[in-house]
């Protein structure tokens, strides 16, 4: 929905900080078409699906930033090329300072990728199930040269410790181990490289709440510890909520909002961002009202023209069919991609938006 | 209650395996009166799921029934035979599940599905079965039923199919409606949607039913009253609203102080040390008694009953009169802060 | 506690665990496998030991007395007095020993053949299901292409291909070698098709992704994670896939392209057997058959055994 953010204005708003990560106009599509003799046979035409359509953000150092959409929003694609593990179409991911996709970085990339990490989603995907526990963690200690030997061992323990499980574990294989622990091994595993910046992809939403709970505080604490920088990738608006400094809201692709996390829950802009926070369940039993959402998510290979929520959006207007809304910076600070925010047609406290 | 549509009592589901018979459910007792939605809830592993395949008959081999019994209006249907039994599931209790391709063909249209069901189990004509399944896609909120009857369930998106699911599960009027994590696949903007809809349509028709779910927020948005699994037991049973704003089981509470807040200040979310028992390794006593904050001597010895305090039932030493201190409910040591 | 203490803890712990694991539970449940492990175990330990075995070595010419000629099983004969187990041939050979030492020529054909196609399946299989695209695409066409013909027509193929291009002088001594090429190169595609299935699988996990993002090497990543976890179809194939290269190996000695007659075969034994079927000297056919069939069916129950015991959706 969002056209690429003027990168000049989010360079403008981010100058001064001091930026881990730097998105511009990231853009990544997906070939879907048939195979080359079925699409000559039937005359079909190439198919593609833009999972990314133009996301630009910044990371400041020690903060979280956290995305959150639904699927199709793009997110875990965004995720897996800010860690290098999926090419982009178009744009740049610089970390710090660094094109980790610009071919002329490639020497430099070796020890840059020491400073990144990423935690997954599945903790029973994301460990080798034939490997132990301490060669599972040792693996980049060998990879990046870090320690040798005896001091491999101990580091492993260390970082068992830290993890809050016992140097012993290490002798065991991951099937031993609950989903909860196996998120730590995981965490365990991305810290062995005593990386600066994380890439945490929806960590908890295969877990437990109870156990949820208990690896959100680990991350928390190893955030104030050691200083991290994370990227959190959720659809989870409450945890999302809890964690992040700033959270930026994709829908199909594209950035509907960034905003500092307090500020987008207390007075939500985008008409996306107002009916996501609407759709969360009143778990306090506050009575809050709510207007769900109506309509579902487009099929992504064939997106709405103009702004791509304005489908489902209650305040749509005839520019909303027509004209990809570009991002604009309101005063209290946050980026929002919507014509009737910036024309200020979209009131400031529509019906079913209450004090949260 | 002997008004309960559905009375499950003293229910124990076993699975023999070769190092042991395995207790997956221990002793679940609960009704569900008239009208009513009873949430289950509990986290992976505590039993929810098979609490809702043993009251239809389901459980996966060689899981069984060894003891207690499961009323449907005060006909016992945990002993009927296969037959007797494949008579009372799509008729007298209807079923949704997490996902709704499980439940609908998809060489068939939702028309030939609903017809088909409706005719069946309520003996009408075909023309009248018809427009009864078009008022039905209307009634769960499927736009223009009249031409969306004759698509296939491929044709629908995830949370219109689970909506034509909710549909089949009603549409024979079933006594109950078991719905077991039925919004978990969908998206959280079509979830509340979905849930509303199952709301309205019971309340509408007056169907009991069970909601199981891992996710407070549904049962929040959904239920009457909840049921609290934890390692096969029931923790807690009683009012969605004392449940969810005043627990009385120190994992319930734990539970509720775990799940982020939308109000808080971003404060530490309280833990529950350690995980879920496995069935194999579950302690003596209280089941959660390695894990309680407020643990006693009792509570490692022997297993509490379930007790009635302030209209709810909890079971939990703490609220037996016969220990020292009853606690006050208003100051539990964990809970979730204001 | 010392050091061996300690080691024989540990190896104690491992055999029991090994003998309480799932799979050698449901071997002991099995009594059709405990009995096809103990003939295959039988055949190949006899095989293997065929030298302290064998009352004569049947291809050493010394040992052998025309005058023992088609002596029938277990009779004595009236010319030297010598009895044998299993009879005797036309030259006066023991059919026992013949098979003893025909079976290790099968076997060592059949293992090799298998140890061949299985290097070769396995490590084109990896490249075409973790590196993909045009690699995954070349090996799969030609793959295609040789399943499209019998196994047999594509060894005698080869066979014949690699007599031409031998010289004569070794073209007895490396009949054998040839014979494991042929049959291993005939056998390649199931392994590299079930690997190629198996690595995509592993490939999209989490795992792969967190050792790419470490900078490790596809080939790190293919031979120490992904290898690790396809094993287990490929054991199922190789045992299966055994008993076929054993019957491969017979069928085409038996055809006249395969061991040279100084070194006879199972399959050889046969084929020189059926010449007397019918003037009566029965034992010579049958009993290298019974001991092929017996051979490539006990192999094949315990693939089929090791290919329930392995797959999830059965346990």
Known sequence: ?356 | MTDAVLSVRNLVVEFPTRRGILRALDGISFDVGPGEILGVVGESGAGKSITGSAIIGLLDPPGRIAGGEIRLKGERIDNLPTERLNRIRGKRIGMVFQDPLTSLNPLFTVGQQLAETIQHHLRLGERESRQRAIDLLAEVGIPAPEARIDNYPHQFSGGMRQRVVIALALCAEPDFVIADEPTTALDVSVQAQVIQVFRRLCRERGTSAILITHDMGVIAEAADRVAVLYAGRIAEVGAVRDVLKRPLHPYTQGLMGSIPSLTGEGERLVQIPGAMPRLNAIPEGCAFNPRCPRVMDICRRERPPLIDADGACVTCWLYDERTEQPPAREAPAVGRPA | MDVREKLVQRLSRRIYAGWDSDLAHSFRSSPVTIIAALVALTIILAAIFAPWIAPQNPFDPRQLNLMDGFTPPGQENPFTGNTFLLGSDGQGRDVFSAILYGARVSLFVGFFAVLFSLVLGVTLGLIAGYVGGRADAVIMRIADVQLTFPVILVALLIFGVARGFLPPQHREAMAVYVLIVAIGLSDWVQYARTVRGATMVQKSREYVAAARLIGRSPFAIMSRHVLPNVTEPILVIATISLALAIIAEATLSFLGVGVPPTQPSLGTLIRFGQGFLFSGEWWILLFPSLTLLALALSVNLLGDWLREALNPRLR
């Open chain 1, 1 to 356: 929905m969002v056209g690429p953010a003027p990168a000049d204005l989010v360079a403008r708003r981010e100058a001064a900080s001091d930026s881990v990560v730097e998105v511009r106009g990231l853009v990544r599509d997906f070939d879907v078409s048939a195979s080359w003799l079925h699409r000559t046979l039937s005359g079909e035409p190439r198919r593609v699906v833009k999972a990314v359509g133009g996301v630009s953000f910044d990371i400041r150092r020690g903060e979280t930033l956290a995305l959150v959409g639904e699927s199709g929003s793009g997110k875990s694609t965004i995720a897996k090329m800010v860690v290098g593990l999926l090419p982009p179409t178009a744009g740049s991911i610089r970390i710090d300072g660094t094109d980790i996709w610009d071919p002329a970085n490639a020497p430099k990339l070796r020890d840059l990728r020491r400073r990144f990490q990423m935690i997954f989603q599945d903790p029973f995907a994301s460990l080798n199930p034939r490997w132990r526990v301490r060669d599972i963690i040792a693996e980049p200690l060998d990879v990046f040269g870090i320690t040798r030997g005896r001091a491999t061992r101990d580091r492993v323990g260390e970082l068992l410790t830290t993890v809050k499980l016992t140097p012993e574990d290490g002798e065991k294989y991951p099937h031993q181990f609950s989903g909860g622990q196996r998120q730590r091994i995981c965490i365990a595993r991305a810290l062995a490289s005593e990386p600066e910046f994380l890439v945490c992809d929806e960590p908890t939403s295969a877990l437990d709440v109870s156990v949820q709970a208990q690896i959100l505080n680990l991350m928390r604490d190893l955030q104030d510890r050691l200083g991290l920088t994370y990227l959190f990738i959720s659809h989870n608006l409450a945890v999302v909520r809890h964690m992040a400094d700033r959270i930026g809201v994709l829908y199909l692709g594209g950035l509907a909002e960034v905003a500092p996390a307090k500020a987008m829950f207390r007075d939500p802009r985008h008409p996306y961002t107002r009916s996501l926070i609407d759709a969360i369940p009143d778990i306090d039993m506050t009575g809050r009202e709510r207007t769900p959402i109506t309509g579902e998510i487009p099929n992504p290979l064939d997106p709405p023209p103009g702004c791509t929520f304005h489908p489902r959006c209650p305040f749509a207007r005839e520019r909303c069919r027509r004209e990809v809304p570009r991002a604009f910076a309101e005063a209290s600070g946050a980026l929002v991609a919507c014509h009737g925010v910036e024309e200020g047609w979209v009131g400031q406290a529509p019906a079913g938006q209450k004090a949260v």
